[in-house]
Nanobody, 128 residues
Framework: QLQLVESGGGLVQPGGSLTLSCTAS????????IGWFRQAPGKGREGVSC????????NYVDSVKGRFTISRDKAKNTVYLQMNSMKPEDTALYYC?????????????????????WGQGTQVTVSS
């Protein structure tokens, strides 16, 4: 069974930075498209960023472009989400997800329904 574990969440002040990690077991992250999603209280789950398998093309939702960076470390079998210049509206429960579809995230940001395996989430709160 695929297992994804998110970590790195916490409380940060506006303008600050956090790095989230998504560590996988029973899968090799470079063989899967990996996505980061978030869900704020009372809102639906939205895609934040994703990285394609193989060549590692990346995509971002407009609201985080220029502030967030997705990357992967094959040796650690981990995908990261570096979040800079954070805003209160970034406050949410952040999830990572995996799907073994070659074209996923290659051209555009993937959708929630495109992913079949999910982690349990890590809370990010941006507040002064």
């Amino acid at each position: 069974q695929l297992q994804l574990v998110e970590s790195g969440g916490g409380l940060v002040q506006p303008g600050g930075s956090l790095t989230l990690s998504c560590t996988a077991s029973e899968l090799t992250v470079s063989d899967y498209a990996i996505g980061w999603f978030r869900q704020a209280p009372g809102k639906g789950r939205e895609g934040v960023s994703c990285i394609n398998s193989g060549g590692g093309a990346t995509n971002y939702v407009d609201s985080v472009k220029g502030r967030f960076t997705i990357s992967r470390d094959k040796a650690k079998n981990t995908v990261y989400l570096q979040m800079n210049s954070m805003k209160p509206e970034d406050t949410a429960l952040y999830y990572c997800a995996a799907e073994r579809t070659p074209w996923l995230c290659l051209i555009s940001m993937a959708r929630t329904g495109d992913f079949g395996s999910w982690g349990q989430g890590t809370q990010v709160t941006v507040s002064s």
